[in-house]
């Protein structure tokens, strides 16, 4: 309980106003909180025009600056120990508002409490949330290293294979081209001889030489063998076949059908690599030879008894009958020899059928029966 006058001044001021934030004492200007001391002026005129009790609120300011609200009730009066002014009988409502303000702000602190532990927690839900992207981000890049690490292996390894494969053809090739061609022209030349020597002791040298061109003839093959198309070890004789047919027209452009007749059986490797090898020949003369032919076919017939492997083309021709093997090989011509020697050498033969302008047929033929596969 306080009494002021109009401009605030505290004129008495009993214990529990004294207690109040800003320590009220009588004399003092009542410690209002800067701003709200208009309003607080208007208040106690308001109480001085009128017999009723008004209720209002003061902004107690303390020296530290805290400011505490109380609800208080405004009463005009007049005392005669204070020379009859118009003043104001204040009464702070002040300790059970404090209380119900104390539970009130209680529960706020434990509100206040739970909110902070909440946005903590969210807080380092947030951070683990956004760690586990980090780790996710880290491991799709670490995965997509590996994918394309992975890639790269495949490539070299693709890579170091074809250069090894284009290697072992080129080996066959010049084993096939070169020694093996030249060494057939060897041995035609050295039985050529054969009705010129006269000198005794020379036929029997001359035959020394032959079984050691055949020696060398059968080495060169074996080395051949082993050299063979990696094309027969992965895709088998039919296949591999078909695929040779394929990639031959496709780097030719001239229109090439395969056709395989009855039912294959396992060929022995030395078979496949000779069938394989002749339809490589046959395919690059007719390439070389045969000019602009509109079809070539090649047909595989497995008959009851016998393998045929024909290669067909419907180009220019040429005189077969009068293409001896002598003027062939005085030619340096030797991919048809070669071809007939290799057959015999499975036990089979070749065919050649061709006119000028007629195109040209080239046939091989081997007996299947006791051909047993030798590698699988
Ligand atoms: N498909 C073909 N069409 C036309 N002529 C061919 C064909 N195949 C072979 N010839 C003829 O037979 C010859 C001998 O062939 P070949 O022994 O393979 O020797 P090269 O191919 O080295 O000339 C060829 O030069 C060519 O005149
Ligand atoms: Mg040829």
Redesign the pocket.
């Known amino acids: 309980m306080l009494v002021v006058d109009q401009g605030g001044l505290v004129v008495a001021a009993n214990a529990a106003a004294r207690g109040t934030v800003g320590g009220v004492r009588p004399d003092d200007v009542l410690p209002i909180h800067g701003t709200r001391r208009v309003g607080f002026l208007r208040y106690l005129k308001r109480c001085a025009s009128t017999d009723a009790i008004v209720p209002g609120t003061l902004f107690l300011e303390a020296d530290d600056g805290t400011v505490e609200r109380r609800r208080c009730h405004g009463a005009r009066t007049r005392f005669d120990a204070f020379g009859g002014r118009v003043l104001t009988l204040l009464h702070l409502d002040g300790p059970m508002l404090d209380r119900r303000f104390a539970i009130l702000s209680a529960k706020l602190e434990a509100a206040r409490g739970v909110m902070q532990e909440r946005r903590l927690r969210s807080r380092r839900m947030q951070s683990l949330l956004e760690e586990r992207g980090r780790l996710l981000v880290r491991l799709k890049e670490d995965a997509a290293a590996r994918v394309a690490a992975e890639r790269e292996r495949d490539q070299v390894l693709t890579r170091l294979y074809r250069a090894g494969q284009d290697e072992r053809r080129r080996l066959a090739r010049d084993l096939h081209d070169h020694a093996g061609q030249h060494l057939v022209a060897m041995t035609f030349g050295l039985r050529r001889l054969t009705p010129h020597l006269a000198a005794p002791g020379a036929l029997a040298e001359l035959d020394l030489l032959l079984r050691q061109a055949q020696d060398i003839g059968q080495a060169l093959r074996r080395v051949s063998l082993e050299l063979r198309p990696a094309a027969l070890d992965e895709f088998g004789f039919v296949t591999a076949l078909r695929y040779l047919a394929k990639e031959w027209s496709r780097l030719t452009g001239i229109a090439t059908e395969f056709q395989m007749v009855g039912q294959d059986v396992p060929l022995s490797t030395e078979l496949a690599v000779t069938l394989y090898r002749l339809s490589q020949?046959?395919l690059?003369?007719?390439a070389?030879?045969?000019?602009q032919p509109s079809a070539v076919s090649v047909v595989l017939l497995f008959g009851v008894s016998h393998l045929t492997l024909t290669v067909d083309?419907d180009?220019?021709?040429?005189d077969a009958d009068a293409?001896s093997a002598l003027a062939?090989v005085a030619e340096?011509?030797?991919?048809?020899?070669?071809m007939r020697e290799r057959m015999s050498l499975v036990g089979g033969s070749l065919e050649l059928e061709?006119m000028p302008g007629h195109?040209?047929t080239?046939m091989a033929r081997v007996h299947l029966r006791g051909d047993v596969s030798s590698d699988g």
């Open positions: 020949e046959a690059t003369n007719v070389k030879h045969a000019g083309d180009g220019v021709g040429f293409a062939l340096g011509k030797l991919g048809l020899i070669g061709s195109g040209t080239v």
